[in-house]
């Protein structure tokens, strides 16, 4: 089966930055759509970021165009998001996930496609 194991969080000012990272282990990573969700308290769980299988094509919500970025490293098995001129709203537990089924084209926004879900890394962010 597939584990993945993220890190990276933490509790930053308002204007921070952190770079969140997301490590996959059984499977063929390379073969994979990966996303970023984060929820919130009290939120439902939100998607904000995807990467397609070589790392030619990205997509964000709205709300993190321009201050984040997804990346991964196949050779690492390891996906990315950093984060930039972070806002407390951008607060939530952080996760990662991957589609092995193949549910996705290219990449994918929507939460069904992903079947593997890392345990969470939580990102606070003070004003």
């Known amino acids: 089966q597939v584990q993945l194991v993220e890190s990276g969080g933490g509790l930053v000012q308002a204007g921070g930055s952190l770079r969140l990272s997301c490590a996959a282990s059984g499977g063929i990573f390379s073969s994979y759509v990966m996303g970023w969700f984060r929820q919130a308290p009290g939120k439902e769980r939100e998607f904000v970021a995807t990467?397609?299988?070589?790392?030619?094509?990205?997509y964000y919500v709205d709300s993190v165009k321009g201050r984040f970025t997804i990346s991964r490293d196949n050779a690492k098995n390891t996906v990315y998001l950093q984060m930039s001129s972070l806002k407390p709203e951008d607060t939530a537990v952080y996760y990662c996930?991957?589609?092995?089924?193949?549910?996705?084209?290219?990449?994918?926004?929507?939460?069904?496609?992903?079947?593997?879900w890392g345990q969470g890394t939580q990102v606070t962010i003070s004003s």
């Open positions: 990467i397609s299988r070589s790392g030619g094509n990205t």
């Open positions: 996930a991957a589609d092995t089924r193949g549910y996705s084209e290219r990449y994918s926004h929507t939460l069904p496609d992903y079947d593997y």
